[in-house]
């Protein structure tokens, strides 16, 4: 266990170094999705260069994890968790009871209620993927959003979760110095999967909604949303469910939205595809990496690389010698992906569809190019343009990372977090 006194050593020489001894640790989970990896790994570095304490529970380690856990709280030092998508919500401890009721199982207690740590939790998907943890949040949860429609879900939805906020995507960047646009390898970059082939398992028996007729609600909803997709996945179902059943309430609303959030998928998926095939068929190249692109039925244009499936620390390196990184969204109206703040922070020229959150944040052909997705066919247009004007292709470039690097960064992200709720 000699990681164990790495850490401890390590912790307590930070905090002296930087004279924080006031200052929370703060818990981290590891070990389960590489791209919350990544993530994680570059708050820890901007939390401890503001002095915060580190410890780091890893998954594959549970045990001794837990059991290190446990003994630094009871020293009644000051916590906080800092995690992603609902890691270690439901981390709890048996407590037994007094002698004289030794008969009786020793009881269970939510680690996070019981040392009244606060529970930082970042989605960086739709809540309607995570209706189980979101009911049983601990509570000191602090829900940070990635969309502001889905705070406001969260608000409509989750009664029993008190703090809910909106925090924005972030990126990564990897080295600082980047190579001119003109002198990198990769025209277009497509960073991502076709959804709709890893979402069959989320399509639930349609004649389990007997309110209505799931097979019209599907293809109805599913229309609705590509003609329309400035509208949230929740909206349409709304609008579909109430015009048959006016009389619906909101608890057996979110249970059949939560049942249908796989069309989520189909129309990310939907739009993905169309946005790269337009671009290849009007003869652009462009380079994909995901699940999916070498399923699709003109795969085999001499327009398209595919380069298979890679994990999200190796997209990095991609990103800094592509011209342009594209982006879809994952059907977020109002926040944003971190494929753009990653693609800005490579120093590559970001083309991406739009949103609320986006235009009030940048200027459409000054940090990046924004698209809408009712006007697809505008796209290659735009991408034509950028190439044809390389200087201009390489100043959007600049700008955007300059953009990205002041206020787009985890460590930006960090600061929020310490102002709003490590401060308190």
């Known amino acids: 266990m000699m990681w164990m006194n790495i850490w401890t050593d390590n912790v307590s020489g930070r905090q002296e170094m930087n004279g924080s001894k006031d200052l929370k640790t703060i818990i981290y989970f590891k070990g389960v999705y590489d791209t919350l990896d990544l993530f994680t790994d570059h708050l820890i570095e901007a939390f401890e260069s503001m002095g915060y304490g580190t410890f780091v529970y890893h998954t594959a380690n549970e045990e001794v994890c837990k059991k290190m856990l446990l003994r630094l709280l009871d020293e009644s030092q000051e916590f906080a968790v800092v995690t992603f998508n609902n890691l270690g919500y439901n ?8 002698a004289e009721d030794e008969e009786k199982k020793p009881e269970e207690h939510n680690i996070w ?20 943890p979101l009911c049983n949040m601990p509570e000191t949860a602090v829900i940070l959003c990635t969309d502001r429609n889905h705070v406001k879900y969260i608000r409509r939805f989750f ?10 995507h972030a990126g990564v960047e990897l080295g600082h110095k980047h190579k001119p646009l003109n002198d990198r390898n990769i025209d277009v970059l497509y960073a991502g999967a076709l959804p709709i082939y890893t979402v069959a398992k989320m399509i639930p028996d349609l004649h389990s909604i ?6 019209h609600m599907m293809q109805s909803v599913l229309g609705e949303l590509v003609q329309h997709p400035e509208q949230t996945t929740e909206q349409a179902i709304e609008a579909y469910v109430k015009s048959v059943r006016g009389d619906i309430s909101d608890e057996r609303l ?7 959030r796989f069309l989520d998928s189909y129309a990310t998926s939907f739009f993905r595809e169309q946005a790269v095939r337009i671009l290849v068929e009007s003869g652009i190249h462009v380079t ?6 070498e399923q699709c039925e003109w795969s085999d244009n001499p327009y398209l690389t595919y380069g298979g499936k890679v994990l999200a620390p190796q997209i990095l ?23 753009i703040f990653n693609g800005m922070l490579a120093g590559a020229a970001v083309v991406t569809d739009d949103s609320t959150y986006l235009r009030r944040t940048f200027t459409d052909g000054k940090e990046l190019v924004m ?26 470039a600049d700008c955007g990372y300059r953009a990205a690097k002041e206020g787009h960064t985890w460590k930006n992200r960090a600061e929020y977090i310490r102002e709003c709720y490590l401060d308190e």
């Open 113 to 132: 209620n019981y040392f009244h740590i606060p529970y930082i939790d970042i989605l960086m998907d739709h809540p309607f993927h995570y209706e189980k």
């Open 210 to 215: 007997p309110e209505v007729d799931g097979e």
């Open 288 to 293: 994909a990496y995901g699940v999916g692109w």
């Open 317 to 339: 390196p991609l990103m800094n010698d592509s011209k342009i990184v594209l982006n879809t969204m994952t059907w977020f109206k109002a926040g944003a992906h971190d494929r």
């Open 159 to 168: 009664k029993n979760i008190h703090r809910t906020d909106f925090l924005p």
């Open 91 to 98: 981390l709890s401890f048996e407590q037994s009871e007094a």
């Open 371 to 396: 698209f809408s997705l009712k006007e697809l066919q505008t796209l290659p247009e735009r991408v034509f343009d950028l190439f044809g004007h390389s200087s201009h292709m390489q100043e959007l």
């Open 254 to 260: 979110q249970e059949i939205i939560v049942k249908m």
